[in-house]
């Protein structure tokens, strides 16, 4: 299993840009989320899914969509990029719903918006 | 309002010394707790859940419902363990089991 995974590593943005980060999991985790992590912070939650076509927000979801069409993917779409969006997410599943269960971590996405 | 507060940013103690990093919460539920460790430029893995009672990489802590804490211990520190260490908080019924996660503690083991 190549366990949760996130493309790409490293992305420069200009403000104002779009893109999406990519997250998958080959686990067959009901449950997906991203967050964002900044210094002194910690992790903050963006958004989250608890199965194919249900998502819902997190702590922080402005400026952020999401899509769960499939149990494997849940990409992360920066709408018009801002330099506040300047972070490292992440994206995490865990295998299912509504019990507190541990979630597995991708390597991360390290953003700069310029 | 649930809350995890890890009240040191940066902890720092000498290799073969106890280590012991806080944990705080605010929650009126039946909250599971974990720690999350991350290694320098790495993803963050679970280190421990209170369920499970168990010690991994030497490691253990406690939840003491009473006062409201998960602190997480280790009696001699070894090089290996710096890194930065989540409390974590994740409620069983109101939030699909979302995590609540503190600011994190830098631990710095120094030769």
């Known amino acids: 299993n190549a366990g949760v995974t996130q493309t790409p590593k490293f992305q420069v943005l200009k403000t104002g840009q779009s893109m999406t980060l990519q997250c998958a999991q080959d686990m067959n985790h009901e449950y997906m989320s991203w967050y964002r992590q900044d210094p002194g912070m910690g992790l903050r939650l963006i958004h989250y899914s608890v199965g194919a076509g249900i998502t819902d927000q997190g702590e922080v979801p402005n400026g952020y969509n999401v899509s769960r069409s499939t149990t494997e993917d849940f990409p992360l779409r920066l709408l018009s990029a801002a330099p506040s969006q300047t972070s490292v997410y992440f994206c995490a599943s865990s295998y299912r719903v509504g019990q507190g269960t541990p979630q597995y971590f991708g390597p991360g996405t390290r953003l700069t918006v310029t | 309002a649930q809350r995890v507060t890890q009240p040191e940013k940066l902890l720092s103690v000498f290799k073969g010394a106890p280590v012991e990093l806080k944990c705080n919460y605010s929650y009126s539920g039946s909250p599971e707790l974990f720690w999350y460790v991350q290694y320098s430029r790495q993803r963050l893995q679970l280190l421990l859940r209170?369920?499970s009672r168990e010690s991994i990489k030497g490691f253990t802590a406690d939840l003491n419902k009473g006062e409201t804490s998960f602190h997480l211990k280790k009696p001699f520190a070894q090089e290996e363990d710096s890194a930065m260490y989540y409390c974590?908080?994740?409620?069983?019924?109101?939030?699909?089991?979302?995590?609540?996660f503190g600011k994190g503690t830098k631990l710095s083991v120094k030769p």
């Open positions: 974590a908080l994740s409620d069983y019924g109101g939030s699909q089991g979302n995590l609540i």
């Open positions: 209170h369920i």
